[in-house]
């Protein structure tokens, strides 16, 4: 009887715990797919923030190839802060006036310090900023090779954090606030422009030409006959493999603009591709007819030129007009590296001519081939867009080039410049167990 009892007793709390147990919380096949959306989105955005932030060592093995073996250090150095220092400065400022909230159409006034981040609160945001600030920093790296060989570390750094945390985020907003909480003038009147040729290139490629201009050219680039006096880079095989690089991280930086993972992306990579592959091409052909070889700088160039230049329309194009839209890019940039040439503005890696350039020309074509139809308002807003991009970046990085200048500098001394700044700023050597054997080495 006893044990009778206890076992009904036992029973009875069994039960009372079972029914106390709350029911699981079904939910419909269509939350469902919507949660399994959700979670593909956040890892393809992050995916393709990884992607976009391999590209810095794509920047770097560029513009160190492309130099001498005298002021590598010095690349590598300026190419690692431009992320490091870029990163603070774009979440305590430059994020916030680019997607915080605007009443003006001009810049942001909210999220500073990534505050619109609370651990109870949506995390879609550390996954969008993770996709911008790797955007922030690519715009800041453009320059260093525009600058290169000649630029105290020290001004450098000033303007790194001066581009992520004002200038780049700025423009950012016209263009592109309204990605999140933002809403720019620019984009309000139906500006194109997917994944940056003009937000993130152009804007990096003005700041360069104000930078070359202020510096001026390297010792012995130009003689007194006018003559223009090639410095040869020390690793040519190193700059391939950079833009090898690159070619691989623009599969990010434009199919990962979606910051949705869908089949969109699809013809995103395909648009991509091709118009690298055209530009690759071109320039090629271009510079064999006119040196009397294939130039392997100007074919890296071109393949570059053709990313630049397909980044703003990869999503609104289609294959055949990306081809078009690489192919003009690879002639462009041709020409625009022998100019700035001829004007004695010493680029010595091209950045100019890559994003500045051909960023340009790649926003007005996003409204010329639009493929669901082009219309002279659309091509006038693309125009509209690309001289405020030059209108804002280039006065601006002037003047700061030149403030930097008259105050701790922006420019090393001639025996510095000579010695090169691995040993003058930084106290080493890239290659210790070569012997450098003249200035141009």
């Not at 909210?110 to 995390?123: A, I, N, V």
């Not at 420019?411 to 106290?427: F, K, Y």
């Amino acid at each position: 009887m006893k044990k009778m009892l206890l076992l009904l007793i036992l029973m009875a709390c069994i039960s009372t715990a079972i029914a106390a147990e709350p029911e699981p919380t079904a939910i419909s096949n269509k939350e469902a797919i919507e949660l399994v959306q959700t979670h593909a989105n956040y890892l393809w955005t992050l995916v393709a923030a990884a992607l976009v932030f391999f590209m810095q060592a794509g920047f770097a093995m560029v513009e160190a190839g492309f130099t001498r073996a005298k002021n590598a250090i010095n690349i590598m150095m300026k190419n690692l802060m431009d992320f490091a220092l870029g990163s603070l400065a774009y979440w305590a400022i430059g994020f916030g006036l680019m997607f915080g909230v605007t009443h003006s159409g001009w810049f942001g006034t909210s999220g500073f310090f990534l505050s619109d981040f609370t651990p109870d609160g949506d995390p879609w945001v550390l996954a969008f900023w993770m996709f911008q600030v790797v955007f922030a920093a690519t715009a800041a790296t453009i320059v260093s090779g525009a600058m290169a060989e000649r630029t105290k570390f020290s001004g450098y750094l000033i303007y790194s954090v001066f581009i992520s945390a004002l200038v780049y985020p700025i423009f950012g907003s016209w263009a592109w606030g309204g990605l999140f909480h933002g809403k720019g003038w620019l984009e309000g009147l139906g500006f194109i422009d997917f994944a940056g040729s003009t937000v993130v290139h152009s804007v990096g490629g003005w700041s360069a030409l104000a930078g070359a201009i202020v510096l001026g050219p390297r010792l012995g680039k130009y003689g007194k006959d006018g003559k223009i006096k090639p410095i040869l880079g020390h690793n040519i095989p190193m700059a391939a493999l950079g833009v090898f690089i690159l070619w691989l991280g623009w599969f990010g930086f434009n199919p990962g603009s979606t910051t949705v993972a869908d089949k969109s992306i699809a013809m995103i990579f395909v648009n991509t591709n091709l118009a690298a592959a055209a530009g690759c091409t071109i320039a090629m052909f271009v510079s064999w007819i006119m040196f009397g070889k294939p130039e392997v700088g100007m074919s890296l160039n071109g393949a570059l030129a053709g990313l630049v230049a397909i980044t703003a329309g990869c999503a609104n194009v289609t294959p055949g007009s990306s081809i078009i839209i690489g192919s003009i890019a690879g002639i462009l940039v041709v020409f625009s590296v022998l100019f700035f040439d001829r004007i004695r503005i010493d680029d010595p890696v091209g950045a100019i001519s890559v994003h500045g350039v051909c960023g340009a020309w790649g926003t007005l074509a996003a409204g010329i081939f639009n493929m669901k139809g082009a219309t002279l308002a659309m091509i006038g807003v693309q125009a509209l867009g690309i001289g405020a991009c030059f209108l804002w970046t280039f006065p601006t990085l002037f003047l700061l080039f030149k403030l930097i200048d008259k105050t701790i500098g922006l420019r090393v001394s001639p025996e510095e410049e000579l010695e090169g700044l691995d040993h003058a700023e930084h106290g080493g050597m890239a290659y210790p167990d070569f012997g450098v054997s003249s200035n141009n080495a």
